[in-house]
């Protein structure tokens, strides 16, 4: 079984800096693109960021400049460092991992999300 577990979330005013982490554990056998999603209340889900294996970094443009996605293979950990953060950014932030489990063919993971919320 595999679990993708987010921390990191909170409050901060706007201009602030948060970091969210999401660590992917269980019978992993590779562990493929890895990305932070967000929903805001009434809002879809949408992609914040993804990161490949290999390094490749997507970003959406409404954050491109302010956050910075990364991960540490060795740790099957992925990171969100959100910088000048903007009202408009309150949501709640899930982690999406792209994984192959062990006699699992490969499929998608959820977090269970963390909530970020910036004051104006």
């Known amino acids: 079984q595999v679990q993708l577990v987010e921390s990191g979330g909170g409050l901060v005013q706007a201009g602030g800096s948060l970091r969210l982490s999401c660590a992917a554990s269980?019978?992993?056998?590779?562990?493929?693109?890895m990305g932070w999603y967000r929903q805001a209340p009434g809002k879809q889900r949408e992609l914040v960021a993804d990161?490949?294996?290999?390094?490749?970094?997507n970003y959406a443009d409404s954050v491109k400049g302010r956050f910075t996605i990364s991960r540490d293979n060795a740790k099957n950990t992925v990171y969100l460092q959100m910088n000048s953060l903007k009202p408009e950014d309150t949501a709640v932030y899930y982690c999406?991992?792209?994984?192959?489990?062990?006699?699992?063919?490969?499929?998608?993971?959820w977090g269970q999300g963390t909530q970020v919320t910036v004051s104006s």
């Open positions: 269980g019978s992993i056998f590779s562990l493929n693109v």
């Open positions: 990161i490949t294996g290999g390094g490749s970094t």
């Open positions: 999406n991992g792209r994984i192959y489990a062990i006699l699992v063919p490969e499929r998608d993971y």
